[in-house]
């Protein structure tokens, strides 16, 4: 099983390397990219040096090109997969159908995975990335089951990824316009959710509040801890209730799954957080390097064990983790 | 230009479905689609029950496409859309990529509705290649995004050859989750819902602690919490869009039918936004904005 880290910057980069991963995903510094954050990603000079660092290890370079091409500039997607196979990138992950298509067309040679953005769920949207553009593998959404990942892995002969850590979309990628309609901008369009340059905190009489576009996501007492006013994170009112109508802040984490995930074939646990501090990359990196090395090393004997939970508690989104939909009870 | 009654998106008893589709029937609509796009357990009317109600409105002279579920993970999901795709007679709104691959498979035409992501021209003629005969433009994209795709179609010399529907009134479905939010909301388990959006046949109002309205939650389904009214915009959208979608919430929908007739027809009355409405993707800014 490969562990699959995420790099937002090139000392990111190295020390998921240093650290054990895999393979590292980093993406462009453009609105091909998902993680499109100011002062993130590879710059030219960046990704070269980058990609040598990645190749002088033994290791796997993957470059997300996970948004959908805009019409008339789709010249800037199809640059970003001449970037990736001019680096000599082990992999593209690509989104938008019409990127998919050039990049198979044109470099037959390049693999490709089906990114998450994407948002294939079943075994018949599967086959039609895979007999159209020869997908090797799919990043499956965070909206399964692991009995549907289960079965899915059943169904199909393609290679499955799944996001084993880190931040929790909990709606199915790719097809969430919530951000956009709150402010005009979604990781579809620009490669953001919930971009920060719309948030604002204010104290007020009523405790800190964070708004995003002005909308008012959170309200906090002294007490209570903050957390990014990621939209669907808020507490909102429903039938004279207040809560999190969607979802706490709080952030996915497998560990204790990965045996399972191990017996269902999975060729690759991802770990989210490009946007994310070298420090995060690093413990991250270490946990899941310790717990695959343990697992493969004596399955019947891994645990869990309590330093790498609460090593991951630390970097976790309010200090709390889930099995997300990977539970059922979570749905 | 013509117009549609979209699927109803909320789970409703069955006799309120039928006394629907009655009207639906008697309504100027030009085409009509139905089908449960939300949610497979909602079963009120089965997947043969929509399959036949779909052919008896087409016998009775209307434009009927079946429309098929949204987010679809289990294999029996995939047996209720093969059930849709085998119906013999009618077109198919695909409203997931797994869609389009068995409709191309068993050569049904279809359109491609607005949960797929296709967001530029070389997509719109890649899924034309398989069988697209019409396609359903993502809620979020604007007047401006839709122009260029039909410049980039007629350089393509594709643009005559499919039909582009905008979903111009109603509740804009904005996501899909592995949770269903009205059993949260309820406390209940996903697992043991007790089909509770019965309960709330316009899905449940989440607002802010402001009492901003934000969100309409329909099951597993986020819905925006204004309604999106494109009325005041048909000038905008001559010779770029062929179909307007009115999404029902309730039979208030015929009403408003008739209000975009009437403006089709050369009327030109203004209809100032109520507070709760909004047209901002259209404008190309938050789509909970509102453009007067």
């Not at chain 1, 199909?156 to 005009?184: D, H, K, P, Q, W």
């Not at chain 2, 939650?217 to 309604?227: E, H, K, V």
């Amino acid at each position: 099983m490969e562990l699959l880290c995420p790099a937002g910057s090139l000392p990111a980069l190295k020390m998921a390397i240093d650290c054990g991963a895999d393979a590292v995903y980093i993406g462009l510094k453009d609105d091909t990219n998902a993680r499109h954050f100011a002062g993130l990603n590879f710059n030219d000079k960046k990704i070269v040096k980058g990609a040598q660092y990645v190749k002088d290890h033994y290791k796997k370079l993957h470059i997300a090109i996970n948004t959908f091409a805009h019409p008339g500039h789709e010249i800037r997607w199809r640059n970003a997969v001449d970037k990736c196979v001019d680096l000599g990138a082990d992999v593209a992950i690509i989104a938008d159908i019409a990127t998919l298509d050039y990049a198979a067309n044109k470099y037959p040679e390049l693999e490709l995975h089906l990114s998450v953005q994407a948002s294939a769920t079943n075994s018949a949207a599967i086959d039609f990335y895979q007999k159209n553009f020869n997908i090797k593998r799919v990043v499956l959404p965070r909206v399964l089951s692991i009995q549907q990942v289960k079965q899915l892995s059943r169904n199909t002969n393609i290679a499955l990824e799944v996001f084993a850590f880190g931040s929790l979309c909990i709606m199915a990628e790719g097809r969430c316009y919530l951000s956009s309609y709150f402010t005009g901008e979604s990781p579809n369009t620009v490669g953001a959710c919930s971009p920060a340059k719309f948030v604002r905190w204010l104290e007020t009489d009523n405790g800190l509040e964070s708004r995003l576009n002005n909308i008012l996501i959170d309200s906090y007492q002294s007490h209570e801890k903050t957390g990014y006013p990621t939209l669907c994170k808020g507490r909102y009112n429903v039938g004279g209730k207040l809560y999190h109508v969607i979802e706490e802040p709080t952030s996915l984490n497998t560990l204790s799954i990965l045996p399972e995930l191990m017996q269902a074939n999975i060729c690759s646990v991802k770990i989210e957080g490009r946007q994310r501090s070298v420090a995060y990359v690093e413990q991250i990196t270490q946990v899941w390097r310790a717990a695959i090395d343990a697992y493969q090393a004596s399955p019947a004997q891994y645990k869990v064990l309590d330093a790498w939970t609460s090593m991951l508690d630390n970097v976790s989104e309010g200090n709390q983790t889930t099995l997300g939909a990977y539970h059922r009870k979570w749905q | 230009m013509k117009l549609s009654l979209g699927p109803v998106l909320y789970y409703w008893p069955e006799k309120s479905i039928m006394d629907f589709y009655d009207q639906a029937l008697s309504s100027t609509a030009d085409i009509i689609y139905l089908g449960e796009t939300v949610c497979s357990k909602r079963r009120e009317l089965k997947t043969r029950d929509w399959i036949e109600l779909a052919k008896s409105l087409s016998q009775q002279g209307k434009e009927v496409v079946l429309s098929s579920l949204a987010l679809l993970e289990a294999p029996s999901e995939i047996k209720i859309l093969q059930q849709l795709c085998d119906n013999g007679e009618l077109s198919v709104e695909a409203n997931d990529v797994g869609a389009i691959q068995l409709l191309h498979e068993k050569k049904v035409p279809f359109t491609c509705g607005p949960a797929i992501n296709c967001y530029n021209a070389s997509v719109l003629k890649l899924f034309m290649n398989k069988g697209m005969q019409r396609w359903v433009m993502p809620v979020e994209l604007s007047r401006d995004w839709l122009q260029q795709i039909v410049f980039d179609c007629q350089a393509l010399g594709i643009r005559d050859q499919f039909e582009i529907e905008v979903f111009a009134h109603g509740f804009m479905p904005l996501a899909y989750s592995a949770r269903c939010f009205t059993a949260r909301s309820e406390n209940k388990a996903k697992d043991d819902c007790e089909l509770c959006c019965i309960k709330y046949p316009q899905g449940r109002a989440t607002t802010t602690q402001e009492d901003q309205q934000v969100f309409i939650l329909n099951g597993i389904q986020t819905q925006s919490g204004y309604c999106y009214n494109l009325i005041n915009d048909l000038p905008s959208m001559q010779g770029l869009v062929d179909i307007l979608r009115i999404s029902p919430s309730s039979v208030q929908a015929f009403k408003i039918l008739e209000n975009f007739r009437k403006e089709l027809q050369g009327e030109h009355t203004q209809y100032p936004h109520a507070h709760y409405e909004c047209n901002g993707f259209w404008h190309k800014i938050a789509g909970l904005e509102s453009v007067n």
